[in-house]
Structure formats: structure tokens, C-alpha cells
């Protein structure tokens, strides 16, 4: 069964290759990637998948389903990129496309034509009657930025599920174990009076100062945070540029994150009371509106064990010469990096292994599969893969499409994202995929047990990290 999912992802590599390598040129932002879904919808619609779009009023948010009946498994696919960080393809000095223009900084050309290429082969056993159950492929949109699944998980997608598989393009080859920050991204808006700063300052509001002080006061917020808490910020506007004028406007953006939405959403509510004090110490009115949220992720150790046995089972990418010399010249080009793994720095033997596989750390790409480690370790970042995991058994890894410690978001990432290092990777993380979900469409009692560890740990219930009203806007 696997060797003939294997076979067919191999015969569409052409395909899968090109759709990616065009999404990676399209390189849309966050809610705008119009041309990248009309190139999903295309071939999902040619490939016999029913497609639905304009999922929750999103228009680059869609999905392909196929088959019929139970089980109900889902693969999700990504495709929006990063501003500021357009780079040619392959080369291995910092050389924009364009200067100032848009780059796939994430790998997200390559994780949704993987997601994809999953699909497409467990369509083709269905079709053959070698599988039954229905392959839904998401297109979710947004996630720099946005959180799209999340308003999918809030709008009721994923729930009807059995189970939900993914993957994220990376420096290793790896089951992504433990769980992560919720966040909460928050638009402040101070408005004042203008005035001339000399002339008749007392006339005048400044919301440019009720800006700082925000800021001052939630620096003081930040000793007293539960553990796990993080704030950031960014200044969205200054209300201009002339300091011999009031400023009547000034805006702020503000991430708060904690170890789950209900502690998020109770820091913010500190944050927010911050805000109304900046407001009335300075006579000026505050408002805002949330930009998005996403969840802490429950992570489930049947599916990660699942994954973990196809990762060692399908077969590795071997690199070509010219593929590991370019990834040795790529690396070269940041610093001195740690050695690679979620867990090789808290544990000895995954710290031996890695150091054995890598020669130190030295070799350029990670041409090998991470030990699986049932650990619960807790990342600080965010991810609205988090909100799926609330209502279906979900789990993810990561697969080799970049050199050894190549930072994320970075022009690095864009070279390598058209190359055949990172098509490799695409290939063999639709294998893992493919071979994932045949199993969970054969092996009911794998997933009664998934289902089982998911009824424990989201017991709790889901608590959407956006209220029901708010609408997905690009930034
Ligand atoms: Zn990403």
C-alpha cells in the first residue's frame, strides 16, 4: 500500500514541483494569495477533488475533498509568504528579486504542495478501492499574520474530523512534540488634538504620548506575567513626522501570548486597562480591535508515534554534490549555529545522536530522521495549527527543505525554498503524509486510541482565541 502511495506522489512530482515552485514566485501575502489558491483550485478541480471556496467568507481560504463515509481525515496546506524578503532562487549571497518585495521565508510554497501531494494520492486509492473514508485537503490561508485556521476552527471546520495532519518545511526531520503560547494580536488607536508644539502646545492632545506611556506601563506589566507570558510590540503610527506639531494620532500593535487563551486573554485584559490609563493621563481616547489569536496546541502521542514510524519508513531524499555544496556555501552565511533538534539541548542522548549524525554539527544537511522523544516541551512561538488541535487529534513534523540551523524568515530560507534540496523534502513530507493517513484509514483501532488520548486533553473545550464577529483583514 505504501510503496503504491509512494509511486504515485512520484509520478506527480512534475506537478507538485511546478505548483510549488509557482507559489513560491507568486509570493502573496497574508489573506491576499489570490493567484496561489486559483493554482490549488485548478488542479484540485482536475484531479476530481469537490471544491468549496470562500471557506468562512475568506476568499483565499478553500478545501478539496474526495471519497465518502468515515473516517474523515484532513491535511492541511499553507501558501502565504513574508514581506521584505524577495531573493533569488539558489544563490547564496543576499540578492533580492525585487527590492522590497515579498518572499516565501517560511517554506510555505513547499508545505502546501506537500499537504497536496498527500491528497492526491489518497484520492487515487480510494478511486482504486484500495482505501475508504474522505481526504479533505484545507487551503488555509493567512497563518503570518492572520491565523486563518483559527477563524476555520471558530466557523466550525475541523470539528467533523477524525483526525488532522501537517507539516512545516525546516532544518530536520523531525515529529514536532509539545505545545506552544497562545497569542492574542491586539490594534491600538490613541487619538489626540493637534496643536502647534511651540505656539499653543496646551491646546493640543498628544496620543503620540499616550503611545509611550502605554508602552511604559506595560514594560512594568511585564514582571508580573504568569510564567510562560510574553508582550511585543510594534509602533503602527506616529501621527507624522514633524516634532513642532502635537501629535493627534499615534498606533500601536501588541502580540500577548501565554502558556493558554484563557491566561492570554486575561493578560490582555491588563493590557487593555494599561491603554485606557495611557488615554486618560494624557486627556486623548483610546480604541481597538483584535487582529487575530491563536491557541495553545494539545499535542497527541498516537498521531506523533504515527508519524514518527513513516518518517523512518519512507524513503530519505539523497543529495546530489552540487545540493550538499550549496547548502554548505548557505550555511556559511549565518553564524555559528546550535546543534539541530527541539530536544537536543535538553536531552543527552538525542544530544549524542545529533552530534554523531552531524559530525559535530558541522554537516550541512540533516540527511536523517530525529529520534521521537515523548516529551512535552514548550515552545514560545505560536501557530494556528493550535486552534485545529481543539476539535480533532492533530499532530505535525517537520521535514529537511533547508541547511542545517538556517534561521526561519530568512533570505536563506527564500534561495533554498526553488531548489532540489527543498523539493526533496516536499516529496518525501508527502510521503510521510500519504502513508500517515493510509494507516489511519485502515487501522480503526489506531485511531479509536488517538481519539481516546483527545477526549482527555481537550476536555477542557475549545476556547476561540477571537470573538464571533471579527472578520479576517489583511494588515
Ligand atoms: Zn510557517
Known sequence: ?????????????????????????????????????????????????????????????????????????????????????????????????????????????????????????????????????????????????????????????????????????????????????????????????????????????????????????????????????????????????????????????YMVRSANVRAAKALLERVNNIAKGAAQMTDTTVSWRQIDGTSDTLSNTVLEALLYKNLQEAPLPVYTEEEVAYAAALKATFPESRLPGDLTEDNPQVKQFVLEKTQGGTRPLNDFVMPYVSASPFSPGSTDVGDVSWLTPTAQFNAVTIPSGTPGHSWQTVSCGRTGIAHKGMLYAAKVLAASVSELMTDEALLAKARAEFTVTAAQGYDCPIPPDLIAAPQ
Not at 105 to 131: D, F, M, R
Not at 221 to 228: A, G, I, Q, V
Request: charged share 15%.
Open 1 to 253: 500500500m505504501k510503496q503504491a502511495l509512494y509511486h504515485i506522489i512520484d509520478t506527480k512530482a512534475d506537478l507538485l514541483t511546478s505548483l510549488s515552485d509557482k507559489i513560491w514566485d507568486y509570493a502573496e501575502l497574508s489573506l491576499l494569495e489570490y493567484k496561489s489558491t486559483a493554482a490549488y483550485v485548478q488542479i484540485l478541480r482536475e484531479e476530481g477533488f469537490t471544491v468549496e471556496e470562500n471557506l468562512c467568507g475568506i476568499p483565499t481560504a478553500f478545501s478539496g475533498s474526495f471519497g465518502s463515509g468515515s473516517p474523515r481525515i484532513g491535511i492541511l496546506g499553507e501558501y502565504d509568504a513574508l514581506s521584505g524578503l524577495s531573493q533569488k532562487a539558489g544563490a547564496t549571497e543576499y540578492s533580492p528579486l525585487t527590492e522590497g518585495g515579498c518572499g516565501q521565508g517560511c517554506g510555505h510554497n513547499l508545505l502546501g504542495a506537500a499537504s497536496l501531494g498527500a491528497a492526491i494520492a489518497i484520492k487515487e486509492a480510494i478511486a482504486a478501492g484500495q482505501l475508504s473514508g474522505t481526504v479533505i485537503f484545507y487551503g488555509c490561508p493567512g497563518e503570518e499574520g492572520c491565523a486563518g485556521k483559527t477563524f476555520m476552527a471558530r466557523d466550525g471546520l475541523f470539528r467533523d474530523l477524525d483526525a488532522a495532519l501537517t507539516w512545516h518545511p525546516g532544518d530536520t526531520n523531525e515529529v514536532t512534540v509539545g505545545t506552544n503560547a497562545a497569542c492574542i494580536q491586539m490594534a491600538y488607536s490613541f487619538q489626540g488634538r493637534a496643536a502647534h508644539a511651540a505656539g499653543n502646545p496646551w491646546t493640543g492632545r498628544s496620543a503620540l504620548d499616550a503611545a509611550e506611556l502605554m508602552n511604559i506601563g506595560v514594560q512594568f506589566l511585564r514582571e508580573h506575567m504568569p510564567p510562560k507570558s510574553s508582550i511585543h510590540y510594534s509602533i503602527s503610527d506616529t501621527g507624522g513626522l514633524s516634532p513642532n506639531v502635537v501629535q493627534p494620532t499615534a498606533g500601536l500593535i
